[in-house]
């Protein structure tokens, strides 16, 4: 019994240093998405896409992203086209939890199982 208690006692402490970096993080990407914003900013400003300063170089790049705005429009074409690549090849867990509760479980689709541990602290 001892050895589950010291168990648990090292696990708590990991929690709660994980909680205390985690918090910091936040704080350190505030601060980098407000640094990384005047930095596009002002070289905007000067009209220039690279910089450099002490061994570290920074570039601006546009990147394009999907941002689905019409789904039936989209998924007509996915069905009709039958490129469906455009799709993540993964099963929505909340929807497909649903469906598993109101139809139960689609064609195609394996239940599995996976034990986590769960710890809360007081």
């Not at 929690?15 to 005047?38: Q, T």
Request: hydrophobic share 35%; aromatic share 6%; net charge negative.
């Amino acid at each position: 019994m001892k050895i589950l208690e010291e168990l648990i006692k090292k696990r708590t402490e990991i929690e709660l240093s994980s909680k205390n970096h985690k918090d910091a993080l936040k704080v350190l990407e505030g601060l980098k998405i407000e640094i990384d914003r005047e930095l596009m900013e002002k070289m905007d400003a000067e009209g220039i896409q690279l910089s450099s300063a002490n061994g570290s170089f920074v570039s601006i790049i546009e990147e394009k992203y999907p941002r689905l705005v019409d789904a039936d429009a989209f998924f007509d074409y996915v069905r009709e086209s039958g490129d469906y690549s455009l799709l993540y090849k993964r099963v929505g867990l909340r929807a497909w939890r649903e469906c598993v509760e109101v139809q139960g479980n689609p064609p195609g689709v394996e239940e599995s199982t996976m034990k986590k541990l769960n710890i809360k602290i007081k």
